[in-house]
């Protein structure tokens, strides 16, 4: 199969979008397909069986470390040459307008996937006039598309009340070898809380670090145990503001790992912990849990989803300053609960391999196709 891609985000930045491409472009070259990806420049030009098309972007408002693209003419040639036999949409909303359009123009079968509540960062930046607008604006794109898929059932169900058509579902997944493997390490552990003590208890946090991400929420757990560190692994806009939300307590900040090395600093930590409200999946949940680390989560619905509504993780009132410190206590102190809360998360990341959603998503790719009569189709000459 030959499968045309439209992306928002790619390689070298890194996100759950990244994560699940990546483990999908990899599971694709295994089984023999052909990818043409279009994201933003800065990108490699191949990544497994993927070509990689760069289009120039620029840095977004709100994420300036984000580059967004818009399509070209350069993509309806690029179409032209490669003869897909359906486009993948990402996340649209700039550069995948691309792939709407030229799966509209061409015929050919559409998948869109929804990874990013963009809606819900306007009630988190106070621009809730914004929130209907944008809503519109995502079903209008997703609507298009023969198939919508979203990460986790919450979201679904969301998208669903908000009229998206056509739903289906992309299930989680994590590299479960290389994060059960990952071994606790002095030396990390080091690097995650240099003022730590032997027996102090080191909380991490994994993830792009802006405002809707609800990072400075954790400061009143700091303030609370004076023994309790935290470490900071990502980097991105807020990050200067976080500094200084964080200066005095014991909070470090180290930047992006990646791989193994990410994997080590998971293994190397006490427990996990993830203030966002935002996320449609939340994968850095998968990761901990994978490496064994108990997790300690804001409530949503996803995250309800992901910790089995309490049975796989600690779940807190994100509004309550209150309900985190005495979850953050519990994990400190309830060494039964949070032994099971452990194996729980253990035994769910074993069935979590990239493998099973990547032949999910090629079962979608072939359901569109066969519903198009299709399994590839000459694309006229002459189109740009």
């Known amino acids: 199969m030959r499968i045309a891609m439209f992306t928002e985000t790619f390689l070298p930045s890194t996100d759950g979008i990244v994560t699940r491409l990546r483990a999908t472009l990899n599971y694709l070259e295994q089984e023999g397909h052909e990818v043409l990806l279009f994201a933003p420049s800065g990108a490699p030009s191949h990544y497994a069986s993927a070509t990689i ?6 840095p977004f408002i709100l994420y300036p470390e984000k580059r967004y693209a818009l399509p070209l003419p350069r993509i309806g040639r690029a179409i032209k040459r490669f003869q897909p036999d359906l486009i993948h949409a990402v996340n649209p909303a700039f550069l995948g307008l691309g792939g709407i359009y030229y799966a509209w123009r061409h015929h050919l079968p559409l998948i869109a996937s929804y990874h990013t509540n963009v809606p819900a960062y306007a009630r988190h930046y106070k621009l809730n006039f ?11 794109l997703h609507n298009r598309a023969d198939m919508n898929l979203a990460t986790s059932r919450a979201t679904m169900n969301e998208l669903e009340k908000q009229g998206f058509l056509n739903l289906g579902l992309w299930e989680r997944g994590v590299d479960v070898e290389m994060f059960q493997q990952a071994k606790r390490s002095s030396e990390m552990r080091q690097r995650l809380a240099p003022n730590a003590g032997p027996s102090d208890p080191v909380l991490l946090y994994v ?15 700091l303030d609370e145990f004076p023994n309790l560190h935290l470490a900071i692994v990502g980097d991105g806009p807020y990050r200067r503001d976080l500094e200084q939300i964080f200066a005095g307590t014991n909070a470090h900040f180290t930047g ?7 994997a080590e600093a998971y293994a190397s930590a006490d427990a996990f912990l993830f203030p966002s409200t935002t996320e449609t999946l939340g994968l850095v949940l998968f990761e901990a849990m994978a490496t064994g680390l108990p997790v300690l989560a804001a409530d949503s619905p996803p995250t309800r989803e992901v910790l089995e509504n309490g049975r796989a993780g600690f779940i807190f009132d994100s509004s309550s300053d209150a309900s985190m410190i005495e979850l953050v206590r519990q994990l400190v102190t309830d060494s039964e609960r949070r032994n099971q809360i452990r ?3 253990l035994q769910i990341a074993k069935t979590l391999d990239w493998a099973g959603p990547s032949q999910q998503l090629l079962q979608h790719y072939e359901t569109v196709c066969k519903a198009h009569g299709l399994i590839s189709r000459p694309i006229e000459s002459g189109t740009r």
Do not use: D
Not at 53 to 58: D, K, L, S, T
Not at 209 to 220: D, G, H, T, V
């Open 53 to 58: 098309v760069g289009i120039p972007a620029m």
């Open 130 to 140: 914004l929130e209907p607008a944008l809503w519109w604006y995502f079903r209008t």
């Open 207 to 221: 993830g792009r670090l802006a405002s809707e991400k609800n990072i400075e929420r954790i400061r009143p757990c």
């Open 256 to 262: 992006y790992m990646h791989g193994a090395e990410l």
């Open 343 to 345: 194996e729980r998360g």
